[in-house]
Structure formats: structure tokens, C-alpha cells
């Protein structure tokens, strides 16, 4: 399936000023009232029920694993690798393909299994056709099996972003969601989580600002604000929800606490990161209306060329990640600030923004 979606050319929905001043007012309001949606803290507890964690092996599911066995659940992960099972002895580790019907069943059949966490998500959202078959394909077979299998409750991991789509990761999402909501798979109970930003989105340009060179920011770099969750504190949220007939059949927006400590734009979470290293900050402004013209000639040359079409798709992402807000109800005590600190106290290297399109989000420790 071809993805025809995206920034387009790029324009500006609002100027400069307005996008400054929108940020603006979010973030005093946000302050000056908190977030009381979710109450942040450990509810409920399990009694050894089965829950098969797709996607398990990956960067929520590193926290999301401890946390359900923690809370008395037994946690089933397919996985690809075969050395999963020593880093979580506590997990079932069925060693098998998503994309394999044969394999899903075969971690279904190891239960009986009572829940479904799907945390899958394409490792590389600019490559369109791999989006389609981890964000689509690959979900609705998870979906499929778990309304057959009968299961008790299905959690969807979706994206924030898809408020507003416009990378093909968010498109694939929406439909997967537009089809829960609209019961396709009835009879099947499910919530839709929608994480804002996670912590290594923001750390991209760590390394840069720790070695001194300038870190890009679009002119002011007020675009947008974020208050990104630690994958801690969202495990906990996965687990809370767990079975709750309250959140069935609910899209649930998170997001980490609402505090100067993380609440961000892309400009103030740079300045975060120099505080926490010591540094003066050094920025190199772009200029958004010569981005968007980059933007359309790769466009229009991506037509011949398809490295030039990915490269597209690389701009585009900068750009969305850069303006794009990402601010839900709170939940959580983690902050973006000391993670900083405890990155600056590592020789952990984060990924820079074109390897982690490339690769995927990095798999970072536990707690970090």
C-alpha cells in the first residue's frame, strides 16, 4: 500500500508569532492549573493472568515487562531474539515472528492468555512500505487473533501525533484506531493509548551540545511544546488500565508531568540540556521557509529518485518533531531534566535524529 500522506510542501498553518504565542499561553495555563485527568501512582494488581506483550523487546517493553511481573502478571513476549529470555526471566519468551500467523498462535496457545499489550511500531518511520506492514499489517493480525482467542482486554499502542497526522507511522495508527472504534473486530474489549514523546526524541542533539557545536533549532524554536513520559512511568500507566472496564473502549492520551522540569519546546529543551551540562547554549537558527523549499524539491526530484523521496521523508519527520505539539494529561513523576542529568553522567551516546530514523528508537537502560 502506497502512503499519500505528509507535510506536503510544508506550509505554515499559522506565522511565527501566532505558533510563539500559542506555546506561549499553553504553557502558563498548563502551570498555573496542573493536569488532575490521571491520578499519578501504582492501581491494581494481578493474580497471575496471562498477558501477551507484542513488541515486547523494544524500548517500552523494557520497562513494561518488570512492571507487569512486578504487579503479579505473568508476561508472554514474542520475540524475534533468542537471548530475550535471560534479560527477563520472569517472561515466556515464545521465540517467532509477528508477521507469522503460525508463530502468533503458537504465543496464544501458551496461555490460556487473559490480555493483549501491542506495542508495535516500525523501528523506521520514514520508510512508508515497512510502516504499512509493522503499523497496519502486522497490528490488525495482533487485533484479529486476540478477537478470536477471546481475549479480556486489548491495549493498543497508537501515537499521540495521530491528533494530527502527518507522517505514514500516524496514518497506519489512525486506521488501525478508526477501525477498534468503529468495531470491527467486535466482539473485543480495548483501550488506545496515545504516548506524547518519549525522552530520547529530545536527546538527539545531546552529544552535539555536550562536544560544543551549535544545536539546529527552527528560527525560535517555539513551535510546539511537549511534555514527553518516561517509559517507566507509562509501563505503570499500561498496567493500571489493565483489565480496568472503565478505560474499555477509550482513547487515552499520556503524557509525563506537567512542570518546568518537562514541559518543553524543542528551544527550551535544548537550553535544558546545556544547564544540565554546564554549557552556554549555542544554537543555528533555519529558517523554516528555506526547510520547506528543500522540502518540495526533494518532493518533486523523489518522483525519479526514491533515495531522494527518503530523504523527503527525513525532512518532513525534523520538521513535524520540531512544530508539532505533543502535550496530554499528565501522568508520572519522571521529568525530562533528570534524565539529561542522568545521561550526562554516562558514556551512553543517544542516537543522533538520521540514525534513529534509520534504526529506531535507541534501546537506552532502564531508568536512565
Not at 499500561?238 to 472503565?246: G, Q, S
Request: one cysteine or more; proline letters at 5%.
Amino acid at each position: 500500500m502506497s502512503y499519500s500522506g505528509g507535510l506536503g510542501s510544508g506550509v505554515i498553518q499559522e506565522d511565527s508569532q501566532g505558533a510563539r504565542e500559542r506555546t506561549k499561553k499553553i504553557w502558563d495555563k498548563a502551570l498555573r492549573e496542573g493536569s488532575s485527568t490521571y491520578t499519578t501512582g501504582k492501581v491494581g494488581h494481578g493474580n497471575g493472568e496471562c498477558v501477551l506483550v507484542i513488541g515486547g523487546t523494544g524500548y517500552i517493553g523494557q520497562a513494561l515487562i518488570p512492571e507487569l511481573s512486578a504487579r503479579g502478571y505473568q508476561p508472554v513476549v514474542l520475540s524475534r531474539q533468542t537471548g530475550f529470555q535471560e534479560k527477563f526471566p520472569n517472561a515466556e519468551v515464545i521465540v517467532g515472528s509477528v508477521g507469522d500467523r503460525a508463530d502468533l498462535r503458537r504465543a496464544f496457545a501458551s496461555g490460556p492468555i487473559d490480555g493483549v499489550i501491542t506495542l508495535l511500531a516500525c523501528r523506521n518511520i520514514v520508510d512508508e512500505a515497512l510502516c504499512w506492514q509493522v503499523d497496519y499489517v502486522a497490528n490488525n493480525g495482533v487485533i484479529e487473533e486476540a478477537r478470536e482467542q477471546g481475549v479480556k482486554h486489548l491495549i493498543h499502542t497508537s501515537d499521540y501525533g495521530a491528533y494530527r497526522p502527518k507522517l505514514p507511522t500516524q496514518f497506519y495508527k489512525l486506521r488501525i484506531e478508526g477501525e477498534l472504534l468503529g468495531q470491527h473486530h467486535a466482539p473485543l474489549n480495548f483501550t488506545i493509548i496515545r504516548p506524547t514523546s518519549y525522552f530520547p526524541h529530545l536527546s538527539s542533539n545531546f552529544e552535539a551540545a555536550r562536544s560544543g557545536k551549535p544545536v539546529p533549532i527552527f528560527e525560535h524554536g517555539e513551535w510546539g511544546i511537549f511534555n514527553p513520559i518516561a517509559r517507566e512511568d507509562l509501563a505503570e500507566f499500561f498496567v493500571n488500565t489493565l483489565f480496568d472496564e472503565n478505560c474499555f473502549g477509550k482513547i487515552l492520551p499520556v503524557g509525563g508531568p506537567w512542570t518546568p522540569e518537562n514541559m518543553c519546546t524543542a528551544k527550551s529543551s535544548s537550553d535544558m540540556m546545556f544547564e544540565v551540562l554546564g554549557m552556554d547554549p549555542r544554537y543555528k537558527t533555519i529558517s523554516m521557509k528555506s526547510w520547506d523549499r528543500l522540502i518540495r524539491m526533494a518532493k518533486y526530484v523523489g518522483v525519479l529518485i526514491p533515495m531522494v523521496r527518503r530523504g523527503m521523508f527525513y525532512m518532513q519527520a525534523i520538521k513535524y518533531w520540531s512544530t508539532t505539539s505533543h502535550f496530554a494529561p499528565a501522568y508520572g513523576t519522571r521529568t525530562l531534566k533528570d534524565f539529561y542529568g542522568k545521561l550526562a553522567q554516562r558514556e551512553y551516546k543517544p542516537k543522533g535524529f538520521f540514525e534513529r530514523m534509520r534504526g529506531g528508537t535507541a534501546v537506552m537502560p532502564t531508568d536512565i
